[in-house]
Structures are given as C-alpha cells and as structure tokens.
C-alpha cells in the first residue's frame, strides 16, 4: 500500500517509511548494512572458516571513518 499511495518502487516506499517512523533505528539499519558491505569479502572469508570448524570465530572488519 505504502508503494502505491508513495507512488514509488516497494524497496524505496519502505525505507520512507523505516526512515519516518524511526530516524535513529534507520540509521543503525543502514550503518549495519555499510559495515556489512565494506566488510563483504572478510565476512564471507570467516563465515566459511567458522563452518568448517563447526564453531564460532572472531574475525576482523575494516570500519570506515565517517
């Protein structure tokens, strides 16, 4: 509904409203979601390491000056 009455795509009527209904939680959404994408080789190298030990594994990420 929210696309429709926005008169945009489903995706970008949904973060209008995530942004409008809670600008601080929107901000830890997309913070999480850069890290992940910055991080995106590290991350997939770990998951990979952590499943082969059948445990869980610290692992180190790059965090981009603001």
């Known amino acids: 509904m929210a696309a429709v009455i926005m008169k945009a795509d489903r995706w ?6 995530m942004q409008a209904g809670s600008p601080d939680d929107w901000r830890g959404v997309a913070g999480a979601s850069n890290l992940v994408h910055v991080n995106q080789e590290a991350l997939a ?3 990979e390491a952590a499943a082969k030990a059948k445990k869980g594994r610290r692992c180190t990420i790059t965090v981009p000056a603001q």
């Open 45 to 47: 190298a770990c998951l």
């Open 12 to 17: 970008n009527a949904g973060i209008a409203s």
